[in-house]
């Protein structure tokens, strides 16, 4: 709080919130019965599902990105962190790639957090007419190395950005909306058939569209007009 100028009532206020916490288990196996495990000091972290736990944790990991922006891009979107790294040069790349990986390790053993390499995720965009080279990204007592495409912020991106991943994906999903609707046409009015199309279908055929649709929208569409 100091860091970010945050002094006086409002700290003594934020400190009051975050202090003395204590948490525990309560499993119900029906109303009478109630199992509950013992109180537990809780050391670090904020509530869940309060109202002040998403500022908090903005304001807590809003230095990350200072920790590398000398060697990279960094996007930060509520819990999800972005890192671009460009460089022409493939020797230089790969030696910043694994500096900023560095960086971010060292960043959370600092601030206690863990990251979860299995959740981290490294993809290489080139062009076709690129000679396709495997890229290994040094961590603690592991080595990972780049993958084709990754789901981000609900649109599934491959390294070409040919979106071909993500076009397949959304096709299975408008299948299964059109099967549903199919299946209740009979059964329920064009008013409530229309509210279904837009909870299912549409909003998950125009979510990101701007990105992928000047490529596959007429492929889409056409799928989904022979199925509708």
Not at 10 to 16: D, F, G, P, R, V
Not at 196 to 214: E, K, M, Q, R
Request: proline letters at 4%.
């Amino acid at each position: 709080m100091k860091l970010y100028r945050i002094s006086g009532t409002a700290s003594k206020l934020m400190e009051s919130y975050l202090e003395n916490r204590y948490q525990r288990l309560s499993v119900y196996y029906n109303k009478p019965l109630k199992l509950s495990s013992n109180w537990i000091h809780v050391k670090h972290g904020v509530p869940q599902g309060s109202i002040l736990g998403p500022l908090l944790f903005l304001i807590y990991i809003n230095d990350l990105s200072l920790s590398i922006n000398k060697l990279a891009n960094p996007i930060l979107f509520a819990d999800d962190t972005t890192i671009i790294i460009s460089n022409v040069n493939p020797k230089e790349f790969q030696n910043n790639i694994n500096s900023v990986m560095t960086e971010i390790t060292f960043w959370f053993q600092s601030n206690l957090p863990s990251l979860n390499y299995n959740k981290t995720h490294f993809i290489k965009f080139q062009t076709k007419k690129q000679n396709e080279a495997k890229t290994q990204i040094v961590v603690p007592n592991s080595i990972s190395s780049n993958i084709n495409s990754t789901k981000f912020l609900g649109l599934i991106i491959d390294n070409s950005l040919s979106w071909k991943d993500h076009i397949t994906a959304l096709t299975s999903k408008l299948n299964k909306a059109c099967y549903t609707i199919r299946l209740l046409k009979p059964f329920l009015p064009m008013d409530t058939l229309r509210m279904i199309y837009f909870s299912y279908a549409h909003s998950v055929l125009s979510y990101g569209i701007i990105f992928w649709g000047n490529l596959h929208t007429q492929t889409v569409f056409s799928k989904f007009k022979k199925e509708l």
